[in-house]
């Protein structure tokens, strides 16, 4: 008899934590959800970053709100999104790339980027171009790179985040080049000092350059990825005027790394739709992306294999950890 009402306990308890787990998991999102963003606000990110957030806002009925999170190069973010709550309801939405070199840039980071963090959604694929000003002498990457190699290390080159930096000294290394770094804490802060020739050139996101180039503020020289871009028009590549690279960013929606994969799947889903939708696709190709969509697994997976990927660019494009 005690045996069978032991048993019978056991079976309720059961059944109430199935109820319960059930009940908790229909709750997501059971409040405001907040897109991290690496960049300030006006930023070629920041445009990116809103734009699925209103997007997705509108498809889902869910409230959510931008917090900009500028800072290190985009480890503030990341490690805002880290130590937030594992509960689908901060979600940075930012480069997977950036991400991943950030992981291989610091001696002492304050997170570890591949255990911390968790990739959920792929966004987009993305080049980055070389830029000089819209006035510059400068219409082609040889005519830039005899240019840079005359002044020496009295030359430089603006950048605002990892993965420009890590683009600009392949470019150095490929190219034999002494250009020295200017830190910009965002792409916009670097064309003042473009214009004047503080700074020959610079790497840019094309979401932000393509803008500029259309102002006549920009001359973009060469696209990162290996064969000409649709989005990005007509620029020509690097490898086109011989210097060897062949690199594509990418975007995700990363979350706090113990996020249950029930929440991970609900958040994939809003993005594979919103990527669905051709006023996305044109958006991207727009701001010089184009859409990827991938499985919470891959794009997780993706992620990791980026991380190492970028260890080892990083020590190719002789960069030092800080």
């Known amino acids: 008899m005690l045996r069978s009402a032991v048993s019978g306990v056991l079976a309720l308890l059961a059944a109430t934590f199935v109820t319960a787990s059930a009940i908790a998991q229909e709750k997501y999102p059971s409040k405001e959800i907040h897109f991290i963003c690496s960049f300030p606000p006006g930023s070629g990110a920041d445009i990116m970053v809103r734009f699925f957030a209103d997007k997705i806002s509108r498809k889902t009925g869910n409230v959510i709100v931008v917090e900009n999170r500028p800072g290190g190069g985009g480890m503030l973010a990341l490690t805002t999104t880290a130590r937030a709550a594992p509960d689908g309801h901060t979600i940075l939405v930012s480069g997977g790339t950036a991400a991943a070199i950030n992981a291989n840039l610091l001696k002492a980071p304050p997170i570890d980027v591949g255990k911390d963090i968790r990739a959920v959604a792929t966004v987009n694929k993305i080049p980055f171009v070389v830029a000089v000003d819209g006035k510059s002498p400068y219409k082609s990457l040889p005519e830039l790179t005899e240019a840079l190699r005359k002044k020496g290390n009295k030359a430089s080159y603006a950048f605002s985040n990892p993965f420009s930096k890590v683009i600009a000294e392949s470019y150095k290394t490929a190219a034999g080049l002494q250009t020295v770094e200017v830190s910009y804490k965002n792409a916009i802060d670097s064309l003042n000092d473009l214009a004047s020739g503080s700074v020959d050139f610079a790497v840019y ?22 064969e000409r871009f649709r989005p990005t028009g007509d620029i020509p590549t690097f490898k086109e005027q011989g210097v060897d690279i062949d690199l594509l960013g990418w975007w995700a ?19 594979a739709d919103a990527l669905a939708d ?19 697994e891959e794009s997780n997976r993706y992620f990791l294999e980026d991380i190492q990927t970028w260890a080892r660019l990083v020590e190719m494009a002789r960069i030092e950890k800080q």
Not at 258 to 264: E, G, L, Q, V, Y
């Open 205 to 226: 996101d094309p979401t932000m350059a393509l803008a500029q180039q259309k102002e006549g503020r920009l001359r973009l020289l060469a696209v990162t990825s290996g």
């Open 278 to 296: 051709p006023e996305t696709a044109a958006f991207l190709i727009r701001s010089g992306a184009d859409v990827l969509v991938m499985s919470p």
């Open 253 to 271: 929606a990363m979350v706090p790394a113990k996020t249950p994969d029930h929440i991970a799947t609900t958040i994939n889903r809003w993005f």
